[in-house]
């Protein structure tokens, strides 16, 4: 059961007869007093026990700024500040929870009907808004996206950041449009059956207007992460603080609507307790979701190839619903690239792809020469749809000297092969914005710290980083402007030319997954796979209803296929990403195939054959090397 309240009670919270009660919790303070600017008066708080302060205000009205003078000396703004009008060493605002919203009928999405798309606020549109992202979710819907997820937003810094340098975790950024903007947003997507998704960091905070320290004893130096001290969850006084992150994720969920998290790298939370810091806040957001009446999901990013993450409490597992799939993307990636520097030298092969896609983790226990020893543990137990599969994300680009998309790495075939092997994925499929038609703006990393020595250190740590991949070119300026600009889509090129071809693609691709159940089918006991020498991969998946059969070719030239294919049944061809209406070569594809004869796979490509009557094979698997 629950032991967090309904709604949170930290920060500045507004009650219905415009009295406003003020919370923080603040045990390294010896004294701690409101100030509003403008007003000399200090209001003293009262201590409320554990290490918390109160203060109830009567005739507070929202939008009103306020500080937290701690020890009589210096001001801060609110830990669990709602809103960071004039950013993030300015005062707090005071926050109506009042919206108007219109998703009283929104019942949520089923989690295997999610197709994810990640975006940045600030560089998905011209403007750079949360109102301004509204304008492109009808163009979303028609792709046949499904779910929107926001990278953080949380405040920080400037107004140029991945999100990732955010300091107050409940106070939505004031340059994207603050608390009522986001709910804009929100309430947009649910209007248009959109699930969002938000990405939170509980791992660290930026290190610029981090002022938690002051107040209590948020980290620990028990445990160090690669921002610097880990945040105290298993240490002395640590319930406080698993209650602050907890009790933003619940806050996303209630006040915001949020649909699931994307819990940002957490293999660098550190917490060895009975009931660690994951496992609580899976089983708070489970119990949140039944009060709710809609469903809410939690995705892990880790990089640890831990199916614990994903096993159930019962099976002392953490009980996340999701990973984000890193082998896919770098086992895809090698494959199409040929890139081998850094974590890149552990993939390569059609094995390493079709392990994958089979079984989840390609890295299960064996050694990984970039990490140089055993890595992972085995998987296969799991459903597919445990996994989000992906080509391209912001770090894969974005981590790169040159910030590259994939499409300035390959060709228009391999670009649509990999858009195939990812949306024909058993996995719950997700895109990087723009990816859907090849916009050729990079990604690059930037900030816009307020402290130049910091936004040097940054500059010079970026340079380190990339040592391991050889790449000789060094990474642009994090901190120049350019590096924020030249990041920003141009939205209109789907309109036009090849760039158009390539969004119908996609829009085609994701028609079929959702149209046939096979496609989507994430059990692994009815899936089959073969490898085919070291260029082909033959997957073969079914339902009750339907059966699929997919043939990969990542060789550069073109193959006559025999071998893998089904040896029964009425066969007709779905789609060849290869065809001349997508701009390939074949200039024709036959409608239907039979069993016994070859097929014609062209360089880099993918086939789609469906079954017109179940065969009444058995599905097995076999992904012996032929």
Not at 503 to 521: C, D, G, M, T
Request: hydrophobic share 35%.
């Amino acid at each position: 059961m629950s032991h967090l309240p309904d709604v949170c009670t930290l920060g500045a919270t507004l009650d219905s007869q415009g009295s406003a009660r003020f919370r923080v919790w603040a045990p390294l303070v010896q004294q701690i007093a409101l100030r509003m600017p403008g007003d000399d008066r200090l209001l003293p708080m009262t201590r409320a026990g554990g290490g918390y302060y109160d203060a109830i205000v009567p005739k507070v009205a929202a939008g009103t700024r306020y500080f937290y003078r701690l020890n009589n000396s210096v001001d801060r703004p609110d830990p669990a500040s709602r809103f960071q009008p004039d950013g993030i060493h300015g005062p707090s605002a005071v926050v109506s929870s009042e919206f108007p919203w219109t998703d009283a009928s929104w019942r949520g999405l089923a989690w295997d009907d999610h197709v994810i798309y990640e975006t940045h606020v600030g560089t998905f549109s011209e403007r750079g808004t949360f109102a301004a992202m509204i304008d492109e979710l009808d163009e979303l819907v028609r792709l046949g996206v499904t779910a929107l997820e926001l990278m953080p937003v949380a405040q920080f810094p400037g107004g140029r950041n991945w999100g990732y340098d955010g300091v107050h975790h409940y106070a939505p950024q004031n340059t994207y449009g603050g608390p009522t903007g986001l709910k804009s947003l929100i309430d947009a997507c649910h209007a248009r059956s959109l699930a969002v998704i938000l990405d939170v960091v509980y791992n660290h905070l930026g290190p610029e207007g981090n002022y938690l320290h002051e107040f209590g004893p948020y980290f620990t130096h028990r445990y160090h992460t690669p921002w610097g001290p880990a945040i105290n969850f298993d240490g002395p006084e640590s319930d406080a603080v698993r209650e602050f992150f907890i009790g933003n994720a619940l806050y996303w969920l209630r006040e915001y609507h949020i649909d699931a998290l994307r819990l940002d790298a957490t293999h660098a939370i550190f917490d060895r307790s009975a009931r660690p810091l994951l496992r609580e806040l899976a089983e708070e957001v489970r119990h949140c979701s039944t009060q709710l009446g809609r469903p809410a999901y939690l995705i892990a990013e880790n990089n640890a190839n831990d199916p614990r993450i994903l096993a159930a409490p019962s099976s002392h597992g953490l009980g996340l619903d999701a990973v984000l799939h890193d082998d896919f993307q770098r086992s895809l990636h090698a494959l199409l690239t040929g890139e081998r520097g850094g974590y890149y030298g552990d993939f390569g092969r059609v094995t390493d792809f079709g392990k994958a896609v089979k079984s989840g983790f390609v890295l299960d226990g064996q050694y990984s020469n970039y990490r140089r020893r055993h890595w992972g543990a085995v998987a296969a137990d799991l459903p597919a749809n445990k996994f989000v599969a992906y080509a391209q994300c912001h770090d894969s680009v974005g981590n790169r000297p040159r910030s590259e998309r994939l499409g300035q790495l390959i060709d228009l075939e391999a670009l649509k092969l990999a858009a195939a092997a990812t949306i024909l994925s058993p996995a719950i499929p997700f895109l990087f914005m723009g990816e859907e038609y090849d916009d050729p703006a990079p990604f690059n990393y930037f900030i816009s710290h307020l402290d130049p020595k910091l936004a040097a250190a940054v500059g010079e740590g970026r340079r380190r980083e990339f040592a391991a991949f050889d790449w000789k070119v060094p990474p642009p300026d994090p901190q120049a402007p350019e590096s924020f600009l030249s990041s920003h889509l141009t939205r209109s090129l789907s309109q036009i030319g090849r760039h158009s071809v390539l969004w119908k693609f996609y829009q085609e691709l994701l028609r079929l997954r959702k149209s046939v159940p096979a496609i989507r089918q994430s059990s692994r006991q009815h899936q089959h796979l073969s490898v085919i020498g070291d260029k082909a991969l033959v997957v073969h998946r079914r339902t009750t209803e339907s059966e699929i059969c997919l043939c990969y070719l990542f060789d550069k030239r073109p193959l006559k296929l025999t071998e893998g294919l089904p040896t029964e049944g009425q066969w007709q061809l779905l789609l060849d990403t290869a065809e001349t209406r997508w701009d390939g070569p074949h200039t024709s594809s036959p409608s239907d195939w039979r069993p016994g004869s070859p097929l014609a796979l062209a360089p880099q490509s993918c086939v789609i054959l469906k079954t017109r009557g179940l065969t009444g094979q058995n599905i097995d698997v076999d992904e012996r090397p032929r």
